[in-house]
């Protein structure tokens, strides 16, 4: 077999595949160029997903925090005629079942953000039950109100406006920090 002979079989092979090859891409490129863009949609729709979570995981742990905060803990939980023990046990139960609810949102917030939200957390458990020890188990609850708020007026910053004002921080891009 000589060199003309070849080149003529192996155009008659490649011409027909190459004609195929270009049918085939002509006919499915309008679908292949529709795959893509869903491809890209999708992972848009991901990240807006994923932004979406971020947000409600801020917004609940900034309800945590207004929630555990004294100022509100103990307007929500008092009642007339409540012991000390009791409204100590109340808040100290209503802290720990609000951040027990809420234990998922560290999945969608920054390290920083959750290291604050469950000390501060802890912070006030310690709070309350400082207080607490110091006063008469006699006393009335609205004295373990009274005192650990007068704890906190004392303080130099406020630090449920602090976590807040991180939480809020927490959302933004860290370019514009």
């Not at 008659?12 to 309008?30: E, H, Q, S």
């Not at 130099?156 to 927490?170: R, S, T, V």
Request: charged share 25%; proline share 3%; aromatic share 6%.
């Amino acid at each position: 077999m000589n060199l003309y002979s070849f080149a003529e079989s192996v155009l008659k092979l490649a011409v027909p595949g190459v004609l195929i090859l270009l049918a085939g891409y002509a006919l499915i490129r309008n679908d292949l160029k529709k795959y893509l863009s869903l491809q890209e949609q999708r992972s848009k729709g991901s990240e807006v997903h994923w932004m979406n979570l971020r947000l409600l995981a801020h917004e609940r742990l900034m309800v945590f925090v207004d929630r555990i905060n004294p100022e509100n803990l103990f307007i929500r939980l008092h009642r007339p005629g409540i012991t000390l023990a009791e409204l100590r046990a109340l808040a100290l139960q209503e802290i720990r079942s609000e951040f027990q609810h809420n234990i998922a949102q560290q999945l969608y917030v920054d390290q920083g953000v959750w290291d604050t939200v469950a000390g501060l957390k802890g912070d006030t458990l310690t709070l309350i039950k400082n207080v607490s020890a110091e006063l008469d188990e006699e006393a009335e609850g609205l004295e373990l109100g009274r005192g650990v708020l007068l704890r906190l007026s004392v303080l130099d910053h406020n630090p449920y406006e602090l976590a807040l004002k991180l939480i809020k921080q927490g959302l933004l891009p860290a370019k514009k920090r």
